[in-house]
């Protein structure tokens, strides 16, 4: 029997572990993927919450639910991101053993077995997959390959000693994307919510990963309204090249006035969620000349091809593999059918830590066994 973790509409658990059959691959290009990890991003929480315009593509009939409804005893499977690897395939261009990622959002990754098209899919090297953890590589698709692709973006060129400012400062993409800039002598200034508890923890924490400055969003504010002229400041010296935010509304203002004259902002996510907005005055597009630019990785990587993008991929496995690169902390929470309880409490730890009042984020990992 296979497992998912469904999501329900109504009732106190958003989510059930039930189980199904094991699906059946039988048309050309199919794959029948078992997931090894599959984490639990902020986006799948506004996934549940009904608040990200993708939704999941995949759902599950539970065995103990099969009363001859149809579509009405089925429930959506979440989970954007993780990590799988190949049982059987139709596909000439996966074999069984293949380490595979999801190209495509909506998969369902909250699962211990997908029958997948081969087109939703990119497939890490041999020589990486043998080696890499499987925790590392559920973190690549949607945080340290965004984390690349936004620091590789032409629209957006970087050199040694610009400053980048990014919001979400505690997450997979912007801890990323630090270790991956210092490398390039790019200066990250990284803005973190308002917490009352384990802020001052959490700035040492990300000081020591590389950031050149860590800012809470009231901090970051105060900064702003500051006169140019001010001696004491927490923003480092030198212009501030790029903006990039997953949050926009508010946080998203304070970004773009941070921002130099001739900067740039990028929109990488909306975790202020879908109806938010931000006022541009006059001065960010005239007197400043400030851009404003979309980001959305998926249509980075259908650019780019296979080719490349597996190229890309196997690059940054190779970096776990030999320490270059280092996961943020992680709860890895294993799956069996004496669990449930177990995993459907730590969905609910990992709603109260996105909500809470604590500094700092540790994403959860599931581990389907």
Request: proline share 6%.
């Given at each position: 029997?296979?497992?998912?973790?469904?999501h329900?509409?109504?009732?106190?658990?958003?989510?059930?572990?039930?189980?199904?059959?094991i699906?059946s691959i039988s048309s050309s290009d199919?794959?029948?993927?078992?997931f090894l990890a599959a984490?639990?991003?902020?986006v799948?929480?506004?996934?549940?919450?009904g608040?990200y315009?993708v939704?999941?593509?995949?759902?599950?009939?539970p065995s103990?639910?099969n009363n001859g409804e149809?579509?009405?005893?089925?429930?959506p499977?979440p989970?954007?991101?993780?990590?799988?690897?190949?049982e059987?395939?139709t596909?000439?261009?996966?074999t069984?053993?293949d380490?595979?990622?999801?190209?495509d959002?909506g998969l369902?990754?909250?699962?211990?077995h997908?029958?997948?098209?081969a087109?939703?899919?990119l497939?890490?090297?041999?020589?990486v997959?043998e080696?890499i953890d499987?925790?590392?590589?559920?973190?690549?698709?949607?945080g340290?390959?965004i984390?690349?692709l936004l620091?590789?973006?032409?629209?957006?060129?970087l050199?040694?000693?610009?400053?980048?400012i990014?919001?979400a400062?505690?997450s997979?993409?912007a801890q990323?994307?630090?270790?991956l800039?210092r490398?390039?002598?790019v200066?990250v200034?990284?803005?973190i919510?308002?917490?009352?508890?384990?802020?001052?923890?959490?700035k040492?924490?990300l000081?020591?990963?590389g950031?050149?400055?860590v800012?809470?969003e009231?901090?970051?504010e105060?900064e702003v309204n500051?006169?140019?002229?001010?001696?004491?400041?927490?923003?480092p010296?030198g212009?501030?090249?790029?903006?990039?935010?997953s949050v926009?509304?508010?946080?998203?203002?304070?970004?773009?006035?941070?921002?130099?004259p001739?900067?740039k902002?990028?929109l990488?996510g909306?975790?202020a969620?879908p109806?938010a907005?931000?006022?541009l005055?006059?001065?960010?597009?005239f007197?400043?000349?400030l851009?404003?630019?979309?980001?959305?990785?998926?249509?980075?990587?259908k650019?780019?091809g296979d080719e490349?993008?597996?190229e890309l991929i196997?690059?940054?496995?190779?970096?776990f593999?030999d320490?270059?690169?280092?996961?943020?902390?992680?709860r890895?929470?294993?799956?069996?059918?004496?669990?449930?309880?177990?995993?459907?409490?730590?969905?609910?730890w990992a709603?109260?830590?996105?909500?809470g009042?604590?500094?700092g984020?540790?994403k959860t990992v599931?581990?389907?066994?």
């Amino acid at each position: 029997m296979a497992q998912s973790l469904v999501h329900h509409q109504t009732g106190t658990n958003l989510c059930q572990l039930v189980s199904h059959p094991i699906p059946s691959i039988s048309s050309s290009d199919s794959i029948l993927v078992r997931f090894l990890a599959a984490p639990v991003n902020r986006v799948d929480l506004m996934v549940l919450a009904g608040q990200y315009p993708v939704k999941p593509k995949y759902t599950a009939t539970p065995s103990s639910d099969n009363n001859g409804e149809g579509t009405s005893s089925r429930h959506p499977i979440p989970g954007f991101d993780g990590c799988g690897i190949v049982e059987s395939s139709t596909s000439p261009l996966f074999t069984q053993g293949d380490l595979v990622l999801p190209r495509d959002l909506g998969l369902g990754t909250w699962r211990t077995h997908a029958a997948l098209p081969a087109t939703a899919l990119l497939k890490l090297p041999r020589e990486v997959a043998e080696k890499i953890d499987p925790v590392d590589a559920a973190l690549i698709r949607s945080g340290a390959l965004i984390a690349r692709l936004l620091l590789d973006n032409p629209a957006t060129p970087l050199q040694a000693g610009d400053c980048v400012i990014i919001s979400a400062g505690t997450s997979t993409v912007a801890q990323f994307l630090v270790q991956l800039a210092r490398r390039r002598g790019v200066r990250v200034i990284l803005v973190i919510r308002d917490r009352a508890a384990g802020l001052a923890a959490v700035k040492t924490e990300l000081l020591a990963l590389g950031a050149e400055a860590v800012l809470s969003e009231s901090e970051l504010e105060r900064e702003v309204n500051k006169p140019s002229s001010s001696s004491q400041r927490l923003l480092p010296k030198g212009p501030i090249v790029l903006a990039l935010d997953s949050v926009f509304g508010r946080v998203g203002e304070l970004l773009a006035a941070a921002l130099s004259p001739g900067g740039k902002f990028v929109l990488v996510g909306l975790l202020a969620g879908p109806s938010a907005s931000i006022q541009l005055t006059t001065q960010y597009l005239f007197a400043r000349q400030l851009s404003f630019l979309p980001f959305r990785g998926s249509e980075h990587l259908k650019r780019m091809g296979d080719e490349r993008a597996e190229e890309l991929i196997g690059e940054i496995a190779r970096m776990f593999v030999d320490g270059t690169l280092k996961r943020p902390r992680v709860r890895v929470v294993e799956w069996g059918n004496n669990k449930r309880g177990e995993v459907e409490e730590a969905l609910r730890w990992a709603v109260d830590m996105a909500n809470g009042e604590e500094a700092g984020h540790v994403k959860t990992v599931w581990k389907p066994t």
